[in-house]
């Protein structure tokens, strides 16, 4: 069996402009994201559901796109990081930060940190660990969503 190295290349890293599109586009929603965050509001990223089909829409445009796996799943990535890291680092930076205000991550098991410092470790930490794994799974399944929902478009416009 050979292995087309053009075509691995291109599952991996993508079309040029696709890659930019997605990449473009979670670094957009980070960016909007932290400023809706300083100005106040509530941008907690698992507080609103929207973000549950955010995420995985990002994956699966980055199918349809063929924008490549590596930038689909760091786009997921980031998104997932911000909501770990940046509302501790704000906490951190302003000295605003309490064991249960808006400047701490998302928990599972309800526990807190003691400090600024260490909410902030531990959003970075979490990220690193669960968030790296959770980007890859929801990355692949949405990307392979993606693909299929693309081949099967392209196969109608050609019997047509």
């Known amino acids: 069996m050979h292995i087309d190295a053009?075509?691995?290349r291109r599952l991996l890293v993508g079309a040029r402009r696709p890659r930019q599109l997605v990449v473009l586009c979670a670094v957009s929603l980070v960016g909007a994201a932290s400023v809706a965050f300083l100005l106040g509001l509530n941008v907690r990223l698992y507080d609103f559901t929207g973000w549950l089909v955010i995420v995985p829409g990002i994956a699966v445009a980055g199918g349809i796109l063929s924008a490549g796996l590596v930038p689909t799943?760091?786009?997921l990535?980031?998104?997932g990081?911000?909501?770990y890291v940046f509302p501790p680092l704000v906490g951190y930076v302003i000295g605003e930060w309490t064991s249960a205000g808006r400047y701490t991550h998302p928990r599972m098991l309800g526990f807190a940190y003691g400090s600024a410092r260490a909410e902030l470790l531990g959003g970075v930490e979490t990220s690193l660990n669960f968030g790296l794994a959770f980007a890859v799974l929801v990355g692949v399944l949405g990307?392979?969503?993606g693909s299929a929902v693309s081949r099967v478009a392209a196969r109608r416009r050609s019997s047509q």
Do not use: H, K, T
Request: proline share 0%.
């Open 73 to 75: 799943v760091g786009s």
């Open 143 to 145: 990307y392979a969503a």
């Open 6 to 8: 053009a075509r691995i």
């Open 77 to 79: 990535w980031l998104v």
């Open 81 to 83: 990081f911000w909501g």
